[in-house]
């Protein structure tokens, strides 16, 4: 079942934080994260797996509660370059495939 | 090091037709996946191969089949094409079995269907 991401959409400024939350229904081995810009590839961001510490690198972070199934990613003081959509992909094994959410498309504003 | 690379990047197709879509796979990686990604959604697994075997499958219908080459690179085919099979086409090349790590995206094959 395709995990639930909100907000579908958030507006921001440059500086401004944002957290995007992904939540399952079925109990989750990982979560991994990726962002898409416009025209381009999706691009690895991080992943998450059950037991694992929350993760983060430069200003970009996310945390994975597995007894909730969810897992919310942070983007601190947001750069211009942070615009793009934002998917989570939840695997429910070790080595079975990524159900993706629908996304969460950033805007950032200079 | 060379990237995820596929093609065509577009192609137009009607109803009832044939497409073949191709993948090559960044240097060193074993395994590739093939997404179908519609307009403004989330991009949905069709299937994975390693090591040139189908190693996982998601809910697309058998007339989506697929090839991986002993260089890793890799085929998808779509046979009756139908109006709803029209979206972006993506494959990521990875070094492991899927969930073992990060996946490595083209920039997809944006197929028409009229």
């Known amino acids: 079942q395709q995990p639930v991401q909100s907000p579908q959409a958030v507006i921001l400024r440059e500086g401004e934080d944002a957290v995007i939350n992904c939540s399952s229904s079925k109990a989750l081995y990982s979560v991994h994260w990726y962002r898409q810009k416009h025209g381009e590839a999706p691009v690895f961001l991080m992943i998450?797996?059950?037991g694992g510490e929350q993760k983060g690198h430069d200003k970009i972070s996310a945390s994975f509660n597995e007894k909730k199934q969810q897992s919310s990613l942070y983007l601190t003081a947001s750069q211009l370059s942070y615009s793009g959509t934002y998917f989570c992909?939840?695997?429910?094994?070790?080595?079975?495939?990524?159900?993706w959410g629908a996304g969460t498309k950033l805007i950032i504003k200079p | 090091e060379t990237g995820v690379t596929q093609s065509p990047t577009h192609l137009i197709k009607t109803r009832g037709q044939q497409v073949t879509l191709r993948c090559s796979s960044q240097?060193?990686?074993?395994?590739v996946s093939w997404y179908q990604q519609a307009l403004g959604q989330g991009p949905q697994f069709i299937f994975q191969y390693y090591r040139e075997e189908e190693n996982g499958r998601g809910n697309f219908p058998p007339r989506f089949s697929g090839l991986q080459f002993p260089n890793y690179s890799s085929e998808l085919n779509v046979n009756a094409l139908e109006l709803d099979d029209s979206a972006l086409y993506l494959c990521?090349?990875?070094?492991?079995?899927?969930?073992?790590?990060?996946?490595?995206f083209g920039e997809g094959s944006r197929l028409t269907v009229l």
């Open positions: 240097s060193g990686h074993n395994t």
């Open positions: 992909g939840t695997e429910k094994d070790s080595n079975y495939q990524l159900i």
């Open positions: 998450l797996l059950k």
């Open positions: 990521a090349s990875s070094s492991g079995l899927l969930g073992t790590g990060e996946l490595f």
